[in-house]
């Protein structure tokens, strides 16, 4: 499982996320670690698609949410550690 940002990062050169700001956070209440990017609408169903082809790589599934950042993050996303946050702007 990736770990890191830089490991993330790194497996993301070259993809049309090579650069994005990706930023950790921690899943309360448990040993995990999520990562947010931005991305907008138009990209959000081809940032999903490229973040789940790289599953075996990363070992965490590709979540697109609205409002992750809230202080409380849903329990239920435990296993999903790989998060798309849409821009609404």
Known sequence: MLNTI?????????????????RQREIPESNQWAFLMDVDQVNALNAWYLLRSLLKETRRYPVLSEGWESDVLPLSFLEFACAAMLDRS
């Open 6 to 22: 830089d490991a993330i990062s790194q497996l993301l050169q070259g993809s049309f996320l090579d650069g994005q700001s990706i």
